[in-house]
C-alpha cells in the first residue's frame, strides 16, 4: 500500500507557503463612515460598497462585496454594535457575497435573520449568540461556487450548512426555499442539522446546476484485531476551509467526491488508535461508480495527514488499513 505521511507542522508551512484563496485574518482595521441616522458606510479599492442602516430594530445591510470579519477582542469595533440591544432583525440584501467571521455576533436579542442561498458565511461565529428561537431565512435557489485550492467545489450553501452544524443547539430554526433546498441541506449536513424546514411546501423550483448526488457510505471492518470488532458510524459532512484547504494540497490529480467522519466505537468510546493496524472498507458511492476507477481516501487527524490507496480490485469498494480509524477522510478518484 503506497502511504504518503507528513506531520500537521508540516501541513501547516505548506498551507502558509500556498497563496491564500481566502483571506482568513479578522479586518479589524476596516473604516466605516458613519453617515448618521444610524447608518454606516464601507467603500473600498476592490469594489466594496456597503451601507448599513438602523431602522427601527432591523439592520439592513445592503450594497455590493463582504461585510469584513472581526476578532474576538475587536467586537467593538463594529459600528453597529453600539445598537446591538435595539437589533431584533438583520435583512442581508441582494449584492451582498459573504459574512464575515463575527460580524453579527452576540447579537443576544436577535430573532430573525433573512439572506439569499448564494452568500457565503465566513464561519460559524458569523452569527452566533444570536437569541434563542432566532430564526435564519435563506432565499431562493441560486448558489455561489469557489474553488478551495482550485480543486474542491464550495459553494454558498456548504458554507450555510457548516455555519448550521456549528450552532446545531436546537435553539435556531433554518428555514430554506423549499423541498429541493432541503434536501441538499440534509444530503450535505449527513441528516445532522436540526430544525430545517422547507418555507414552501408547492414550489418545485431546482437548480440544474446543482443535483442531487447522495455521497453517502459505510465503512466496515475487513480484517484485524478481533478485539476492535464494534461499531463503526460514517456520516457525510461539510468540512470546515482549513480540512478543505488541506485535502486540495494533497489530492493531487484526482477529483473530488466528498468528506467523511469516521468513528469506530468500543463501549460507548470513541478509537482513536489502535494497537495494530486493521483493515477496513469502504462503499463506493453508486454515483461514483465505474469501471476501473482508481480511489483514494485522504485521512486528516491525529498529528498527521495519509493519503491511502485502494487495497482491492472491485470497483464497488475501496479496501484500506491504518491504525487510526476514527477521523476525517476525503474521498477522491481519477479515471
Known amino acids: 500500500m503506497k ?29 466605516w463612515t458613519n453617515a448618521g441616522n444610524m447608518t454606516w458606510t464601507l467603500q473600498r ?13 432591523v439592520l439592513h445591510v ?10 474576538p477582542e475587536a467586537l467593538g ?22 459574512i464575515g467571521s463575527r460580524a453579527f455576533s452576540d447579537m443576544t436579542f436577535l430573532k430573525k435573520v433573512t439572506l439569499n442561498a448564494n452568500v457565503f458565511i465566513k464561519d460559524g461565529t458569523a452569527f452566533a449568540g ?13 448558489m455561489a461556487t469557489e474553488l478551495i485550492g482550485g480543486k474542491i467545489p464550495y459553494t454558498s450553501l456548504d458554507s450555510i450548512v457548516h455555519f448550521g452544524l456549528a450552532n446545531n443547539n436546537g435553539w435556531y430554526t433554518y428555514i430554506f426555499a423549499n423541498h429541493y433546498m432541503k434536501r441538499m441541506v440534509d444530503l450535505k449536513s449527513g441528516g445532522k442539522l436540526f430544525n430545517v424546514v422547507a418555507s414552501d411546501d408547492y414550489d418545485t423550483t431546482a437548480n440544474a446546476n446543482y443535483p442531487y448526488i447522495d455521497i453517502t457510505t459505510k465503512v466496515k471492518k475487513v480484517s484485524g484485531d478481533l478485539h476492535y470488532l464494534t461499531s463503526i458510524t460514517t456520516q457525510s459532512n461539510i468540512q470546515g476551509r482549513s480540512a478543505l484547504e488541506a485535502f486540495a494540497i494533497m489530492m493531487g490529480d484526482n477529483q473530488y467526491v466528498g468528506a467523511y467522519n469516521v468513528s469506530l466505537n468500543l463501549n460507548d468510546k ?18 461514483y461508480k465505474f469501471p476501473n476507477r482508481h480511489f483514494s481516501l485522504i485521512q486528516f487527524g491525529e498529528g498527521v495527514i495519509n493519503v491511502l490507496t485502494d487495497e482491492d480490485a472491485d470497483d464497488n469498494t ?13 474521498l477522491v478518484y481519477h479515471d
Open 3 to 31: 502511504k504518503l505521511i507528513l506531520s500537521l507542522f508540516t501541513l501547516m508551512f505548506i498551507l502558509v507557503c500556498v497563496p491564500a484563496v481566502h483571506a482568513d485574518a479578522a479586518e479589524d482595521n476596516a473604516v
Open 45 to 57: 479599492d476592490d469594489g466594496t460598497n456597503i451601507t448599513v442602516k438602523l431602522i427601527g430594530n
Open 62 to 71: 445592503q450594497g455590493t462585496g463582504a461585510v469584513p470579519s472581526y476578532s
Open 77 to 98: 469595533l463594529r459600528p453597529w454594535h453600539v445598537a446591538n440591544i435595539s437589533v431584533y432583525e438583520i435583512l442581508v440584501y441582494d449584492g451582498i457575497t459573504e
Open 130 to 142: 444570536a437569541a434563542e428561537g432566532c430564526r435564519f431565512h435563506f432565499l431562493g435557489t441560486n
Open 270 to 287: 470513541i478509537v482513536k488508535k489502535t494497537d495494530t493496524p486493521v483493515t477496513y472498507s469502504l462503499e463506493i458511492p453508486n454515483a
Open 318 to 330: 475501496m479496501t484500506f488499513t491504518t491504525s487510526y480509524p476514527s477521523t476525517v477522510y476525503a
